[in-house]
């Protein structure tokens, strides 16, 4: 079992930045794809970016390809999303996500996080 929690999130303005954090429990998580994904009211959830387990390639929605990194620090069992040059459209909860499989960027990942809201305003 793995437990996912996002932090991170909060208010900022058009053009700021945030770093958010998926910190997870368990000693295998760096095996583990995390997914980053996000729903906004009343919009279906979307993929952002993913991370592999075994290669640590990354993967981006085109929506924030090139405005987004991601990395895994699995000393600390935590994969970070940063966000720069964020826009209101960005705005939505943020979820991370994991899974013991290669990465994928459907939704078809095993465990969630809670969820972290950000706030983009113009």
């Known amino acids: 079992q793995v437990q996912l929690v996002e932090s991170g999130g909060g208010l900022v303005q058009a053009g700021g930045s945030l770093r958010l954090s998926c910190a997870a429990s368990?000693?295998?998580?760096?095996?583990?794809?995390v997914g980053w994904f996000r729903q906004a009211p009343g919009k279906e959830r979307e993929f952002v970016a993913a991370?592999?387990?075994?290669?640590?390639?990354?993967y981006f929605s085109d929506s924030v390809k090139g405005r987004c990194t991601v990395s895994r620090d699995n000393a600390k069992n935590t994969v970070y999303l940063q966000m720069n040059s964020l826009k209101p459209e960005d705005t939505a909860v943020y979820y991370c996500a994991a899974r013991a499989r290669i990465v994928t960027r459907t939704d078809s990942y095993d465990y969630w996080g809670q969820g972290t809201q950000v706030t983009v305003s113009s």
């Open positions: 368990g000693r295998t998580f760096s095996a583990y794809a």
């Open positions: 991370i592999s387990g075994s290669t640590g390639n990354t």
